[in-house]
Structures are given as structure tokens and as C-alpha cells.
């Protein structure tokens, strides 16, 4: 498990689980953020969204262990993850910290990891406002499985 300092231009840089952003501990609960993974179209590709909840977050850092992430737009980049030989398709951050509401992006997963995937997330709504969310595969999926075809 990692965390991560947040920035104006993205997450700074990868701690072990015992360390402290931004001086304290994450705030208890989710703050109403909604992640999902779903398969929005029945074409096997996978979505992974997070969604804020009564506030817009303005930093993210999002690890996945398996598979990748794709279709990031202009106001997020990848970000190397911390001891992962394949970083760069597995972490994502924010480029500015200007208020988000929605992070949407594809997510590239072989039906064979479907059981060991795991998600990482640090929100940071304010300085001292963060949250650590993190979970399995099943805990995020809505809806129903890609189709045969994708498997």
C-alpha cells in the first residue's frame, strides 16, 4: 500500500503505508467519492471513474497492480509507481489542483487477473482534508461482465 504528497502539478512522491500526508492522517470514511469499474458498452472495455462526492477533489493519485490504464485526458498524467517494473500504465495523477468532479479512464484487464487486481486511491479535497480508499476488483465492479468474446 503507498501514499503519496500532493501537489498543484500532481502527486509528488510514493511513501510507505505508516507515513502521513500532509502532516496528519487521512481522514476517516470516503467523503462521498463513488469509484466504479464498469463495462459501459458491452464491448469488453472497461471503465474505471471516480466520482467526487459533496466536494470536487484537487489531487489524485490512483495505482492499479494488473493491467492498465488508458484514455487519460489533457488534465491527468501518468505517474511512475513506486517499486512496479511496469509503472507507468498503472499510476495516474493530477496536472493542476484546480477543483475536479470526475476522472474517468479505460482500464486494459485480462479476465486471469480479475481476482489479484487491487486499487489504490489518495483524494485530497483540501490541504488537510485526504482520504485513502482502496479495494479489490469486485469491490468497485457495477453491472454486468464484459462479454465472453473479451474473455
Sequence with gaps: ?????????????????SSYTHGHAATL??????????NIDMSGKLFLSVQSGTK????????????SLTD???NYQFKMSCEDERGLYRSVTHMSSVPKSLI???????PRDF????L??????????WYWINGTYSDFFQGAP????YL
Design 115 to 118: 481476482s489479484e487486481f487491487f
Design 146 to 149: 464484459p462479454p465472453s468474446i
Design 72 to 74: 487519460l485526458t489533457s
Design 56 to 67: 470536487p477533489f484537487k489531487g489524485i493519485l490512483l495505482y492499479i497492480n494488473k493491467g
Design 120 to 129: 489504490n486511491v489518495v483524494i485530497v479535497v483540501e490541504f488537510h482534508e
Design 29 to 38: 470514511g470516503n467523503g462521498g467519492l463513488h469509484i466504479s469499474i464498469e
Design 104 to 110: 474517468s479512464l479505460g482500464l486494459e484487464l485480462l
Design 1 to 17: 500500500m503507498r501514499n503519496s504528497l500532493s501537489f498543484s502539478s500532481g502527486a509528488g512522491s510514493c511513501l510507505s503505508a
